[in-house]
């Protein structure tokens, strides 16, 4: 049976209300340009998308329920934080139950280690030593993910004050960011935090720290305020101030770009980090940082939508680097795709959006238990449950 047999198997078995696709945006942020014409088309596409994620998700489940063995700290958080979210959706308690099992594994790895920092591969330092690094952005994500599933389930303090206190303990510089890397044994930074970290790293953990400030503010008002303060610096007089005006994040807080990086993808995972803690915590659904991701989403609409399938352009926009592709290619690298479509959604920039997801969704890699499941998993995940 082939992947599309497949899906419109699942499309047929699935009988659930359909919402408005125009409410997972804010009413603000649409335009007569950017609201897809047609009602039917918006049914469609959330059937899609909702029976795409529910498919891939039922293929990581056992007989018994249980979550088969995933590849990798982003596969465990992202894919505990999508079986969440389609819970919350859904009312599956299957998925319940696998978001809190995926959870806890992530906790018992961290608590199984000396700072919480689950180690990501070895690291050589600019002495010439090697370490075993960890730290963001998986951290952020991990951590993040783990802390919103048990927020959400109640009774769980003592567990949740662990993660904040993982995160307040975590290498920090007052001018406003986190370390990049750190040895996951001694808990020393790779690199002197006075260097700022590449965007996207401290991006995740400002929100994850900016999320779990709210879930421990009971429980620790001075901890909870600690990370309040960090993830405000962070972003308020750092990640904001570095903005350009055309609304592009560089990969270094500095604009020093590496030539072999590809920036406009972490471009998109500095906008998704940001637009996800708006989502988890209303108190950053302020209008300074409403408008600096306003012009970041009209960025990628502009100048990243245009080179990504199924759209046609190939060429490398203003910011590019050698290391960016001149055309995103859903058989070369489809998460950035994924990344992509929430960004243009949760901007309102509609019909594009759908137009790039759907094309997505029919290379959606079901059942993969790595980076590319989850990379495709959780996005897909966070636009059903809205902006």
């Not at 959330?46 to 056992?62: D, E, R, S």
């Not at 980090?273 to 991701?293: H, I, P, T």
């Not at 080179?307 to 489809?334: C, F, I, Q, V």
């Amino acid at each position: 049976m082939t992947r599309k047999s497949t899906q419109k198997m699942i499309l047929m078995k699935v009988s659930l209300p359909m919402l408005a696709l125009a409410a997972l945006v804010p009413l603000a942020a649409l335009n007569a340009a950017d609201i897809p014409k047609s009602s039917n088309a918006l049914q469609v596409f959330k059937a899609k998308l909702q029976t795409t994620v529910t498919g891939h998700l039922n293929q990581l489940l056992n007989a018994d329920g249980s979550v088969v063995s995933l590849k990798g700290k982003t596969a465990d958080g992202s894919e505990a934080m999508a079986f969440y979210l389609m819970f919350e959706l859904t009312g599956e308690q299957k998925f319940r139950k696998a978001g809190i099992c995926l959870a806890d594994q992530i906790l018992k790895d961290m608590r199984g280690t000396t700072f919480g920092v689950l180690p990501i591969k070895e690291k050589e330092k600019p002495d010439g030593k090697t370490i075993i690094g960890g730290g963001p952005p998986a951290l952020g994500e991990y951590a993040a993910s783990v802390a919103y599933i048990l927020h959400k389930e109640g009774s769980r303090n003592d567990d949740l004050h662990y993660i904040a206190n993982v995160l307040d303990r975590y290498p920090w510089n007052e001018s406003g960011w986190w370390a990049a890397t750190i040895d996951v044994t001694t808990g020393e930074p790779k690199e002197p935090t006075a260097k700022p970290s590449p965007i996207n790293k401290t991006a995740a953990i400002a929100k994850a720290a900016g999320m779990i400030s709210t879930y421990v503010r009971e429980i620790d008002p001075e901890l909870s305020a600690r990370l309040k303060h960090k993830a405000d610096t962070c972003i308020y007089s750092q990640v904001i101030p570095a903005q350009e005006t055309d609304g592009f994040w560089h990969y270094s807080l500095s604009g020093n770009d590496p030539k072999d990086k590809d920036v406009l993808g972490y471009f998109m995972l500095t906008t998704r980090e940001l637009m996800d803690l708006q989502k988890f915590n209303a108190a950053y659904r302020d209008e300074k940082l409403n408008a600096a991701l306003r012009k970041a989403q009209a960025f990628a609409f502009t100048c990243i939508a245009p080179m990504t399938e199924p759209n046609t352009r190939a060429t490398r926009p203003e910011h590019a680097t050698r290391g960016t592709p001149s055309h995103y290619t859903l058989k070369e690298d489809s998460k950035r795709s994924f990344q992509l479509g929430p960004i243009l959604i949760g901007g309102g920039y509609m019909d594009e959006g759908t137009n790039i997801m759907n094309a997505a969704l029919d290379l959606f890699p079901f059942g993969d238990t790595g980076p590319a499941g989850a990379h495709a998993a959780e996005p897909s995940a966070l636009i059903l449950s809205g902006f």
